[in-house]
Nanobody, 124 residues
Framework: VQLQASGGGLVQPGGSLRLSCAVSGFTLADYAVGWFRQASGKEREAVSCVGRRDGTTYYSDSVKGRFTIFRDTAKNTLYLQMNSLKPEDTAVYYC??????????????????WGQGTLVTVSS
């Protein structure tokens, strides 16, 4: 199982960024997957997760209405579209999965499989 996150960078407040997570070793459509982030000096938190085929989603209150999680099953790639970015969105973002069917890993914050992080910096 491998997850490869990319797409981070420096963006101004109010800007947009799209993160990608290419997965291998499992079929993205068959399992719940998600995005987590960790800001400097803070605990890791779940940002957004999506269930298997039914597309059930979870968004943290801090990103609801600004971020959208979606996946391209043909490319086996997970995405996080981030709009209206704020300085407090600055963090290292990780994609992850527990290879489960539910979103429990998103709520307990303890998936078994992690990608490497990609840094998002929101600053003017």
């Amino acid at each position: 199982v491998q997850l490869q996150a990319s797409g981070g960078g420096l963006v101004q407040p109010g800007g947009s960024l799209r993160l990608s997570c290419a997965v291998s070793g499992f079929t993205l459509a068959d399992y719940a997957v998600g995005w987590f982030r960790q800001a400097s000096g803070k605990e890791r938190e779940a940002v957004s997760c999506v269930g298997r085929r039914d597309g059930t989603t979870y968004y943290s209150d801090s990103v609801k209405g600004r971020f959208t999680i979606f996946r391209d099953t043909a490319k086996n790639t997970l995405y996080l579209q981030m709009n209206s970015l704020k300085p407090e969105d600055t963090a290292v973002y990780y994609c992850a999965t527990d290879l489960s069917l539910s979103l429990i890993f998103c709520y307990d914050g303890n998936p078994r499989h992690w990608g490497q992080g990609t840094l998002v910096t929101v600053s003017s």
